[in-house]
């Protein structure tokens, strides 16, 4: 048996050298370890799995805030958080179980990233909850309220958010699974996420239960999946509205006993403000003077009234609705509104809008027409900015736009809506003009979070006032028609506005637990004595109504029996002037 001996080589000192140097490995840095971990093979299952539990962590500190907020002491809040951070976790890996495929989900999953990020930054800033009907009005908002609502702390915000998630999607590599195996696979996770969701909730039930019984805006706090929910409501619930019915309520409409012997047609204008308080307005008694041009004119303000929403999308339709608020949210069907009787009417009516958002359906079956439309440039460059306008805008070229209605309505009488910018938020420094800031120094960003307590409310004050002004300008204008016509007005707000109380700002918080601030809203009426003496209304008798309560439910009412305009649907318990009509008139300025 022959064996083979090794006998070993020396080589020189310079090649022994550099061949150890290429076989050394680089020493890892921190961030090569950490960027080398993320490279990792994964599946698609465990990178949901580490964006749950990430988001829950980053994007979640108004929810545990709010947790500690009305836990009070770390021994009643901590478990809480711990249990809320379980379903929070085992609810976000449940929804994206249907997205845990290996081929085009990292889109979907950095999208995801980005929707927790955008808002959270809101409801830190703002202090709103993303319910259904605060992301419908989201997803409603045009080009200029998006404006509005960007700036450089958002986008800092944002980005410390989505950096590393966008990072680690970026290097993942997705383990390729067949098809049927993956399914199976993420039904698994699916079962086991709903299995530990429900067995800490059960575990906990009794902390758990009375906490979101008394505390319902905690699950819209709940992020991304509140958001996810509320807008994958927003999205589908339109798609089943289209297909309701309209249902008609103009059957039956005409003209009252006052037109057949008139001695001049009315002349009605209706002003739907926007994001206005009732206890702003120096008429009910606000300690600053912000509408010293309505007190001049001797208007009516009603201090008791309740809006039906706490969103545009939300009050408008319903103030219009001949259904009450609990009947016209609880509806299956689209009924025909205000608008649409007042035209079966016979009476000429126009609704001008100065939102880009529109009457959210309103006006869709009557004339209508944006202030943008047919604007003199030399008047855009003055009032305008971009694609929005101060309200002042509305009464250019108004008298044109009456006269292009069809003469014979005019000749029984005209209804003009007039739809507000008013004092639209969070830049309120943009809805009043440069001669109407009385109240300075004002909030000049939309980061409501970087001004003052008293620069913001001197910047919505300053909002208030100019209403004041157009609502004068308004009525003088309708003085001036008096020879020709029979004129009144009426303006009410859609909704209120939270102005840091209670850490809120803006509107639209959900309307069980909305504080009152953002349900409290003006309602001011004007009666030329032209329409005094056509209604035959009591002065003294509206004066002495004043604090009576009332809601947009109101609204449909009073009008159509202010028009003289009968209906089936017309209900004199609801109208506010009913008890005052018909009595010895007083004839006011």
């Not at 706090?221 to 289209?242: D, R, W």
């Amino acid at each position: 048996m022959f064996g083979l001996r090794a006998h070993s080589t020396s080589l020189p000192p310079d090649l022994a050298s550099a061949d150890s140097t290429e076989d050394a490995q680089p020493a890892l840095t921190p961030w090569r370890a950490l960027d080398a971990w993320f490279a990792r093979p994964r599946s698609a299952r465990s990178v949901i799995i580490g964006l749950s539990l990430y988001l829950a962590v980053a994007a979640n500190w108004p929810l545990w805030n709010e947790l500690a907020r009305i836990g009070g002491a770390p021994s009643v809040y901590l478990p809480l958080i711990v249990l809320m951070s379980l379903l929070l976790i085992c609810g976000m890996v449940a929804v994206l179980s249907f997205t845990a495929w290996t081929r085009w989900m990292k889109p979907l999953w950095f999208g995801v990233a980005v929707l927790a990020a955008v808002v959270q930054h809101y409801m830190l800033t703002y202090r709103v909850v993303m319910d259904p009907t605060m992301m419908a009005s989201a997803l409603q908002t045009d080009s200029s309220e998006v404006q509005d609502l960007l700036s450089w702390r958002m986008l800092f915000n944002v980005l410390c958010v989505v950096a590393l998630p966008a990072w680690a999607l970026w290097r993942v590599r997705l383990v390729p699974a067949p098809a049927l195996s993956q399914a199976w696979r993420n039904l698994g996770l699916l079962l086991i996420a709903a299995a530990v969701a429900g067995a800490g909730a059960f575990a906990m039930n009794r902390q758990l239960a009375p906490l979101m019984r008394n505390n319902v805006h905690l699950r819209y706090m709940l992020n991304p999946l509140a958001s996810i929910y509320s807008t994958t409501t927003a999205v589908i619930k339109p798609m089943f509205v289209h297909g309701r019915k309209l249902i008609p309520v103009t059957g039956g409409t005409v003209l009252g006993a006052s037109y057949a012997k008139q001695a001049r047609p009315p002349l009605f204008v209706l002003v739907v403000g926007e994001t206005a308080r009732a206890d702003h307005f120096g008429l009910n008694g606000y300690a600053r003077n912000t509408t010293p041009e309505l007190a001049a004119r001797h208007v009516l303000s009603y201090r008791d009234v309740r809006s039906c929403g706490t969103n545009t999308l939300a009050s408008v339709p319903c103030m219009f609705s001949p259904l009450s608020k609990d009947a016209f949210e609880a509806r299956e069907d689209e009924f025909e509104n205000l608008m649409d009787v007042l035209q079966a009417s016979g009476l000429a009516v126009l609704w001008l809008d100065n939102q880009a958002g529109g009457c959210k359906g309103v006006c869709d079956r009557v004339p209508h027409a944006s202030s943008f439309d047919r604007v003199d440039p030399a008047l855009k460059s003055t009032m305008c900015d971009v694609d929005e306008c101060l309200d002042d805008v509305m009464l250019h070229g108004l008298d044109e736009r009456i006269a292009a209605l069809p003469a014979e309505r005019r000749r029984k009488g005209i209804v003009l809506v007039m739809h507000q910018m008013g004092s639209h938020g969070p830049a309120y420094y943009k809805r009043s003009s440069t001669d109407m800031k009385r109240f300075m120094p004002e909030c000049r960003t939309n980061a409501l979070a970087e001004c003052s307590h008293s620069e913001l409310i001197n910047g919505y004050d300053n909002s208030i006032a100019y209403t004041d002004r157009f609502l004068g300008k308004t009525i003088d204008w309708l003085k001036g028609k008096s020879r020709k016509f029979d004129p009144s007005l009426l303006y009410v707000s859609d909704h209120g506005e939270s102005l840091g109380e209670y850490g809120l700002f803006l509107h639209g918080v959900p309307y069980g637990f909305a504080p009152d601030v953002q349900k409290r809203v003006p309602m001011v009426t004007w009666f030329g004595d032209g329409m005094i003496e056509r209604g035959r209304l009591s002065r003294s008798c509206m004066e002495s109504g004043l604090d009576k309560p009332l809601t947009h439910d109101n609204l449909y009412h009073t009008v159509l029996g202010l028009m003289d305009v009968q209906t089936p649907t017309y209900l004199p318990s609801l109208d506010a002037l009913a008890s005052c009509r018909g009595q010895e008139p007083a004839a006011t300025s």
